[in-house]
């Protein structure tokens, strides 16, 4: 019921459409096809590999009652998501990637928004969180 929702509501085909007016306006045609249309074909492909091969093939770090797994390589080519199995065991979590080395680019974007101020109340799993979702 927040205005903002509601004026997105109202206006949801008016962004996509000056999208690609700007897109066009700044290379042509080849801009809206790879700005546009291999953009959406690559996020769909990526969410597909994140939500199949993170069911099958990794490492299970968390009791989450599910196939759930990590896949590192999955993790760098969907900028974190591959780490899949600490999104099931930690599902308000912003942060995927929950060892040092596990590479989580969306992780490093939502830091930043926090320190300038732009996302607030960022939840992270406790240790106490992780000790009882422990294998």
């Not at 969410?47 to 759930?68: D, E, P, R």
């Not at 099931?88 to 928004?113: C, M, N, P």
Request: proline fraction near 2%; charge should be positive.
């Amino acid at each position: 019921m927040q205005a903002y929702y509601r004026f997105l509501r109202r206006t949801h085909y008016v962004h996509p459409t000056a999208f690609g007016v700007l897109l066009y306006a700044l290379g042509g045609f080849p801009y809206i096809v790879w700005g546009m249309a291999v953009r959406t074909i690559l996020d769909v492909h990526t969410s597909s590999l994140v939500n199949s091969v993170c069911h099958i093939w990794g490492h299970q770090a968390w009791k989450t009652g599910n196939l759930s797994r990590n896949n590192g390589l999955i993790a760098l080519i969907s900028f974190g998501e591959g780490w899949h199995n600490n999104h099931h065991a930690f599902q308000s979590s912003a942060r995927h990637g929950l060892e040092w080395w596990q590479i989580d680019v969306t992780w490093y974007v939502i830091k930043l928004l926090e320190r300038i101020g732009l996302a607030t109340d960022v939840k992270v799993p406790s240790d106490l969180q992780k000790q009882k979702m422990s294998l």
